[in-house]
């Protein structure tokens, strides 16, 4: 892309080269000048874009006439929707034969948008006819001959307000405002072959208002045909392993997607994402946090054969470790868990305070805790003691104060989503050992998810549930730092920390 003014295109696609109209053109469009912006294992960079059977069918039902106002593809992940949504931009913008048309990418926030846009803008850089005929701006694709233009937008329903797009492709439509969709809709009502586009994965089952949720509905009931609908998804309640499961969902598989990718997935991601994202289903992306069986079979005390797997079942004295602390008032329990820094991370309780259920008056003894925090840090080396500085600010700075290594560990979204996956994955490949504790194991098992815009974490079933996930909070705290840690390069003195009460 050349910075500054742009030259006046040198040419302009003859139309009489395509097809006169309908899915023959959009087809001969995309195979002569649209490029495969990032290459594959099969298919350089560069190379010309080769639909596929199911993509021309999509083809067929969008563009045959009459042709549709909408439509909505649904999708699992990784099966080069995007792709062809970049290319029918580009058509639109080039080829169909409206002058002055608007084309615009849309999702829920400009960064995702901008993917869509960006292959557009790839692809005119590597084909040589589009380079010539089309100003490629930072944000914008523009063609002063016709008044064409492809821009981005996010998916604001302030800012689809006014707009009048010819053409408009919505991304990942199960996080997009239902009110933008309607803007754009009804921005379109000037235009004389007026289209716009959802491409997406499926949302959540308790969502009634969602966008996804009412699109799919209207697709499947509805025998519409303004609305065009096609949706590629697995069976309900198959096995997850299943390979022909997987190809219901996904088109592409055994040609730009790898099976082996998927089996590897498949052992290592929730049931439900898996679900989700690759079976194109609508699931609970709130459940339970790990598999049944898949904490036990950490233990070090249940081995696959029912035997020690030869490691002590406490952490010895001297080892280095990380400490958590979940700190409560009075309803909630406070944990001190404590994970060892090595390549196999091992997880044990230190203490647990946890409110009687029949005793309203309940409040934890502090003073308790910090005198419990010294004492662990007198028997183990500790790197590092983490913690939620909510309500416990205090107690953070007198034990820092006492030369206690302690580092606030905010619970907040951005910081607990990694590192809740990260011990999901840890625990799933045998990855990460614990010492079998009963109240540790009770924890991990009132543990749910929640999964939003904001990332995967740890929750209980219900806002009143008087389960205790503390320890279940606390592992996932000491397991990332511990992480961090471990990944470090060895030191050649070991760190002791001292302290003065």
Known sequence: MRRGPKTEPKRHIDADSLPPHGPKRVTHFIETYC?????????????????????????NGLYSDPRPRQGLVSVARKNGKTLLAACLALYHLVADDEASAEILVVSSDERTAQVTFKLARRMVELDDTLRECIQVWKEQLYIPRTDCIMEVLSGD????????????????????????WDALALGQATRARPLILGISTECGPNEPENLMAR???????????????????????CDTHDRRAWESANPQLYDTLDADHLAALVRTTRESQFRRYHLNQRVATEGAWLPLGAWDACSVLAGADGAAQGRESAILAGSDVVLALDGSFSGDATALVACTVDPLPHLDVIALWEPPNDDPGYRVDV?????????????????????????WTRSLQALEA??????????????????TAALYEAV???????????????????????????????????????????LAVCAVMAHSRALFFASQPAKRTRRVVTFKR
């Not at 594959?40 to 069918?57: C, E, F, I, N, Y």
């Not at 329903?157 to 199960?174: K, L, W, Y």
């Open 157 to 180: 329903a302030s800012r689809a307000q006014g707009r009048n797009p010819s053409f408009a492709i919505v991304d990942e439509v199960h996080v997009t405002d239902p009110d933008c």
């Open 402 to 419: 006492e030369g206690l290594p302690m580092v606030e560990f905010p619970q907040s979204p951005s910081r607990m989503a990694p590192a």
């Open 35 to 59: 490029r495969v912006p990032k290459g594959t294992k099969t298919v350089p960079a560069g190379s010309p874009v080769v639909l596929r059977p199911w993509q021309k069918d999509i083809l």
């Open 367 to 391: 003073a308790d805790v910090e005198d419990m925090i010294r004492t662990t840090c007198q028997r183990l080396s500790v790197r590092e003691i983490c913690a939620d500085p909510y309500r």
């Open 428 to 470: 799933m490949n045998r990855q990460a050992t614990h010492s079998g504790n009963p109240d540790l194991a009770r924890h991990v098992g009132n543990a749910h998810v929640k999964d939003d815009a904001r990332g995967v974490r740890l929750t209980k079933q219900t806002k009143w549930s008087k389960l205790r996930i503390d």
């Open 215 to 237: 699109l799919v509905g209207h697709g499947r009931n509805a025998n519409d045909p303004d609305f065009f609908f096609r949706e590629f998804t697995a069976p309900a309640n």
